[in-house]
Nanobody, 124 residues
Framework: QVQLVESGGGLVQAGGSLRLSCAPS????????MGWFHQAPGKERECVAA????????YYADSVKGRFTISRDNAKNTVYLRMNSLKPEDTAVYYC?????????????????WGQGTQVTVSS
């Protein structure tokens, strides 16, 4: 059974940092584009960052540009999301996702595997 397991969420004060990790099990995702999505209560799930299979291409939502960094270590089969200068509006459940398609994508329907999510709460 394929699983994506996120870790690293928690409670942090505004201006603080967190690093989320996503460690798939059951198969390797080194040939998959990977994405991080977040979903706040009452809002749609949104892609905040995505990375191509090789790691050579990345995408960031405007709201996180300059603050978040997505990276991957294919040898460890792990994807990371470094979040700096966190704001209360970053509070959400963060999901890791893997796409078996060839292209980097930000559409949730293009992702085939999802983690259970990890809560990030930023206090003001």
């Amino acid at each position: 059974q394929v699983q994506l397991v996120e870790s690293g969420g928690g409670l942090v004060q505004a201006g603080g940092s967190l690093r989320l990790s996503c460690a798939p099990s059951g198969r390797t995702f080194s040939s998959s584009a990977m994405g991080w999505f977040h979903q706040a209560p009452g809002k749609e799930r949104e892609c905040v960052a995505a990375i191509s299979r090789s790691g050579g291409s990345t995408y960031y939502a405007d709201s996180v540009k300059g603050r978040f960094t997505i990276s991957r270590d294919n040898a460890k089969n792990t994807v990371y999301l470094r979040m700096n200068s966190l704001k209360p509006e970053d509070t959400a459940v963060y999901y890791c996702a893997a796409s078996t398609g060839l292209l980097l994508t930000t559409r949730s329907r293009d992702y085939d595997y999802w983690g259970q999510g990890t809560q990030v709460t930023v206090s003001s």
